[in-house]
């Protein structure tokens, strides 16, 4: 049940950021429709985030902006494709960084949501393949010794399943920490040394496995993701 009730918080906090798909939010709304709890949920979060847009100062573009890339995108069409394709992937990338710094922020949104607890002994890591999206978000709270991932839209193929695993920090080989889901909640004794200095030099990874996690111990399959941990605070 806590289980549970601590996704309803978690989704709340998701569609109150925005970063639920349109499928997810269609299914999030009629959830609301059903449970006015959940309905005033979404309510307190978005009060708690709107303080963020209060904040935030509201810059008005120049007023020849929209002309220059007109202007700019027409010379594109006529000189050279290829320097389009330059920009698109600039885009690209650039999309893909701002993903991270909001997969950071939900990071922090899932852990105050959980815990509600200052960010002292707090570790997120953001995990991503290269060149794409972020695709899941982890973080280790020592205080609450638990390690909590979160899937950003990554779903493991069928008759496999994703596992987590611990490197570095004089680790001299991968070491287990569970299979993942859309959402786990894993012990953090399973890392070993939960020192500061341990987890500043641990990165996390996810590969893709049989069915319930790699059968020797070690990883099997592909190494799909890695995120290194960060201190929080």
Partial sequence: MASAEFEGRDDAAEYALGTLDAAQRSAFEARMARDPALAAEVAQWQQRLGALNEETPVLEPPPQMLANIMERIGGLARDNVVVLKRRADLWRR?????????????????????????????????????????????????????????????????RHSYELWALGAGRAAPQPLGVIDAVAHIPSGRLGDVGDTALADTTFAVSLEPPGGSPTGAPTGPVLFTGKLLAAN
């Fill in 94 to 158: 650039t999309a893909i960084a701002v993903s991270a710094i909001a997969a950071s922020l939900l990071v922090f949104v899932m852990v105050r949501t959980e815990w509600q607890a200052p960010q002292k002994g707090l570790y997120v890591a953001v995990l991503q393949g290269s060149g794409t999206a972020p695709a899941f978000v982890a973080a280790v709270d020592v205080k609450s010794k638990v390690i909590v991932v979160r899937s950003l839209g990554a779903s493991a193929p069928q």
